[in-house]
């Protein structure tokens, strides 16, 4: 079993910047690849980047390509999302996901372990 907690979330300009947490407990947190996703009222979870266990292979969504950067420090079992140049259309709510194996996976249904969640608002 493995939990993860977000953090980070809040209101920001457009052009602002905010950067996401995601702490893991539980289970080895090295040997699981890593995704955030996104939800919008009214809209399917969409994925937004992932990142393999040893941070070697990662693929952005192409809507926030250029502008957020994952990371994660195996170390301190917690994945970062840096986001910049945000827009109001990156408005949802922010989750972390894991799933049970290294490789880098897009679909939710591939993810086993979920977060709460975090709200990112960005106002124009």
């Known amino acids: 079993q493995v939990q993860l907690v977000e953090s980070g979330g809040g209101l920001v300009q457009a052009g602002g910047s905010l950067r996401l947490s995601c702490a893991a407990s539980?289970?080895?947190?090295?040997?699981?690849?890593m995704g955030w996703f996104r939800q919008a009222p009214g809209k399917e979870r969409e994925f937004v980047v992932a990142?393999?266990?040893?941070?070697?292979?990662?693929y952005y969504g192409d809507s926030v390509k250029g502008r957020f950067t994952i990371s994660r420090d195996n170390a301190k079992n917690t994945v970062y999302l840096q986001m910049n140049s945000l827009k109001p259309e990156d408005t949802a709510v922010y989750y972390c996901a894991a799933r049970a194996f290294a490789v880098v996976m897009t679909r939710p249904r591939d993810y086993k372990y979920w977060g709460q969640g975090t709200q990112v608002t960005v106002s124009s």
């Open positions: 539980g289970r080895t947190f090295s040997g699981y690849a």
């Open positions: 990142i393999d266990w040893s941070g070697g292979s990662i």
